[in-house]
């Protein structure tokens, strides 16, 4: 059996690409210090003979063996309100867990895939964004630690494929949502999904015309494994570029949710992106891959899972 590591594997997006690859027949190994999920998202593969969970920090020295095919690297706290919490252990998650991350699949030739971020472009003059952009970053802003730190980790990926030959690519994600998401993690689709299901008024920063593009997670997915089981370097960019407003991603789904809920504005948010849209020119090209799950269907999923969380609470209280 094919032997996968995924670091950051009990987060959102970590737990889903798990759960993929052990229904493909791959036998994986995740590994997280567990300081931004509880592991709840891996319930359902516990009991699997082909998944290992192994507790511990990217940072350290990795408790891992060979042989490994593949290293899917997504370690790292990915909401504002997680990596603003201890900036420095965001830095060092981006700098020293990747160069771990680096150094174990070099030593068993496997191919690594570090996931970075649509904020490396930060508040971009160039739109759409291609991976040819250098970006627009604020090195010192309050989103500095977790921007400035996926910069220099794709720097540093950059550097061993150069200097040590290990085969590595980085994936630019772009707004990935979909089920799983905790409710208190501060980003748009789950704040928003919250407050419209409480009948709650849904805040809105700023004039609420900054625009975002939402890749439903198993758009993530496919677009992570196409460039894991490819040679392409990299970067590419893995979204959606149906881009919206924020104010019509947050009409759209007291709509599809059927909420009374009402739109209210807050307070801008410094160095918040005024546009966000890739451009998926060389995913198409190199990788075949585009997104397939349209807004709203996508939505309407995240939806009804945590209606039908929200219920069994219920029940189950």
């Given at each position: ?169 980085i994936a630019r994600i772009f707004n990935s949502y979909g089920p799983g ?81 009402v739109i209210e504005r807050a307070g801008a948010v410094v160095d918040e ?8 020119s060389v995913a198409t090209r190199l990788l075949g891959w585009r997104p ?26």
């Amino acid at each position: 059996m094919k032997r996968v590591v995924v670091t950051g594997a009990a987060g959102f997006l970590g737990a889903r690409l798990c759960r993929r690859l052990v229904a493909d027949g791959y036998e994986v190994v995740g590994l997280d210090d567990l300081s931004t999920a509880d592991g709840a998202n891996l319930a359902e593969l516990r009991s699997e003979p082909a998944f290992d969970l192994v507790v511990g920090d990217v940072t350290e020295p990795w408790a891992l063996s060979g042989p490994v095919e593949k290293v899917l690297h997504l370690a790292s706290p990915a909401s504002p309100r997680d990596y603003q919490r201890d900036p420095v252990k965001t830095l060092r998650t981006a700098a020293l867990g990747t160069e771990r991350a680096l150094a174990f699949a070099g030593t068993f030739g496997a191919r690594l895939v570090f996931a970075s971020t649509s904020e490396v472009y930060g508040d971009p003059a160039v739109h759409p964004q291609p991976e040819s952009y250098w970006g627009h970053v604020n090195p010192i802003g309050p989103r500095s630690m977790y921007d400035e730190g996926k910069r220099y980790a794709e720097a540093l990926v950059t550097a061993w494929r150069g200097q040590y030959r290990v085969d590595a690519a980085i994936a630019r994600i772009f707004n990935s949502y979909g089920p799983g998401m905790r409710s208190d993690d501060g980003r748009l689709v789950p704040t928003f999904v919250r407050q419209a299901l409480a009948g709650e008024p849904l805040t809105v920063n700023g004039d609420g015309r900054q625009t975002r593009s939402l890749c439903y997670v198993d758009d993530t997915v496919d677009g992570l494994l196409a460039l894991a089981h490819g040679a392409v370097a990299g970067p590419v960019n893995i979204g959606n570029d149906d881009e919206r407003t924020v104010c019509e991603l947050a009409t759209l789904i007291v709509e599809l949710s059927g909420s009374t809920s009402v739109i209210e504005r807050a307070g801008a948010v410094v160095d918040e992106p005024r546009r966000r849209c890739p451009d998926l020119s060389v995913a198409t090209r190199l990788l075949g891959w585009r997104p397939n799950v349209s807004i709203e269907d996508g939505l309407m999923r995240t939806i009804d899972h945590v209606r039908q969380e929200e219920l069994s609470c219920g029940s189950s209280g």
